[in-house]
Nanobody, 125 residues
Framework: QVQLVESGGGLVQAGDSLTLSCVAS????????MGWFRQAPGKEREFVAA?????????HYADSVKGRFTISRDNAKNTVHLQMNSLQPEDTAVYYC?????????????????WGQGTQVTVSS
């Protein structure tokens, strides 16, 4: 079955960096658009970044993370990464890996049909 397993979350200070990783299985990773979303307490789950296939040369970012976050993929390892720099307290959230199997690239939650369990990122001021 489809599995998305995130790792790399943690507690950091403002200005620090973190890299999240998501290992995928159960589907053809190299032909699937992959994305990251986040959900802060009391807020809706929101789009963070997405990356196309197969080479990943097309990426999309939420305005709030442009210039600070970078999404990348390693098709040989069925893994997608989210490099997060200059983290701020407002980046605190549970971060979810998502897959859009058989669908074109999008930024809406409904564009993705498979989700990981999430990893907590907490940024202290």
């Amino acid at each position: 079955q489809v599995q998305l397993v995130e790792s790399g979350g943690g507690l950091v200070q403002a200005g620090d960096s973190l890299t999240l990783s998501c290992v995928a299985s159960g589907f053809t990773f190299r032909t699937t658009v992959m994305g990251w979303f986040r959900q802060a307490p009391g807020k809706e789950r929101e789009f963070v970044a997405a990356i196309s296939w197969p080479s990943g040369w097309t990426t999309h970012y939420a305005d709030s993370v442009k210039g600070r976050f970078t999404i990348s993929r390693d098709n040989a390892k069925n893994t997608v990464h989210l490099q997060m720099n200059s983290l701020q307290p407002e980046d605190t959230a549970v971060y979810y890996c998502a897959a859009a199997r058989g669908r074109p690239a999008g930024t809406a939650r409904t564009d993705f049909d498979s989700w990981g369990q999430g990893t907590q990122v907490t940024v202290s001021s």
